[in-house]
Each structure stands twice: as structure tokens, then as C-alpha cells.
Nanobody
Framework: QVQLVESGGGLVQAGGSLRLSCAAS????????MGWYRQAPGKQRELVAV???????TYADSVKGRFTIDRDNAKNTVYLQMNSLKPEDTAVYYC???????????????WGQGTQVTVSS
């Protein structure tokens, strides 16, 4: 019903920047919330940032001031600009959309396939 495709991960040195993208396709009625999560080896998946349809944002304390989330509603796409990257930011990053499709009268969660971000010291 909804397919998410991520791009933009890679290897970067500490202090560098990366920009992640996640685009949704399918029979989409609305996407109230778009977000990014990450999972490092041996750790649980954690929230990085979310943005509502109105543009309201929430960030994990560990990324405040370094990461910026924004969305393009016309393209059903969310972005994560990551600056001043640290080795502890190394993880697989997943996008998650809370979305409604035309054929289902309630929101469901959809996940991207994940993209690896590696920050070297």
C-alpha cells in the first residue's frame, strides 16, 4: 500500500555531514507524521526526529542542534540533514511514516528498508 525508499547514507569522517531522504509512493491519502529512527549494533531502535504535517518537530536530545528534519508534502518525502556527525551517530537509519491510504480508514506505520550511516573518528 505504501512503499518507502531511502537514500543518502554512507561513510563520513567525524565533523562531516550527510543528508538522508525517504520518499513514499502508493495509494496515499495523508501522512500526518514522518520520522527518522536509528539502530546501532547491539542497541534498540531509537527515535532521532519526527515532523508533523504542520511542520512541528521533535528531536532526540543527542542530535539537537546538529540534525534537521524537514518534509516536502508535495513529494511525500522527508529529509534528515545531519551535520557535525560523531562516531556515536553510526547506525542504520530508518524512516517511518504514519500514513493513511485510501482503502483503509485509519493510520498505519510504514518503515523504510534502512540505510547505513558510518562515522569514522
Amino acid at each position: 500500500q505504501v512503499q518507502l525508499v531511502e537514500s543518502g547514507g554512507g561513510l563520513v569522517q567525524a565533523g562531516g555531514s550527510l543528508r538522508l531522504s525517504c520518499a513514499a509512493s502508493g495509494s496515499i491519502y495523508s501522512i500526518p507524521t514522518m520520522g527518522w529512527y536509528r539502530q546501532a549494533p547491539g542497541k534498540q531502535r531509537e527515535l532521532v526526529a519526527v515532523v508533523s504535517s504542520s511542520g512541528s518537530t521533535t528531536y532526540a536530545d543527542s542530535v539537537k542542534g546538529r540534525f534537521t528534519i524537514d518534509r516536502d508534502n508535495a513529494k511525500n518525502t522527508v529529509y534528515l540533514q545531519m551535520n557535525s556527525l560523531k562516531p556515536e551517530d553510526t547506525a542504520v537509519y530508518y524512516c517511518k511514516f504514519e500514513a493513511r491510504v485510501w482503502t483503509v480508514p485509519y493510520q498505519q506505520a510504514y518503515w523504510g528498508q534502512g540505510t547505513q550511516v558510518t562515522v569514522s573518528s
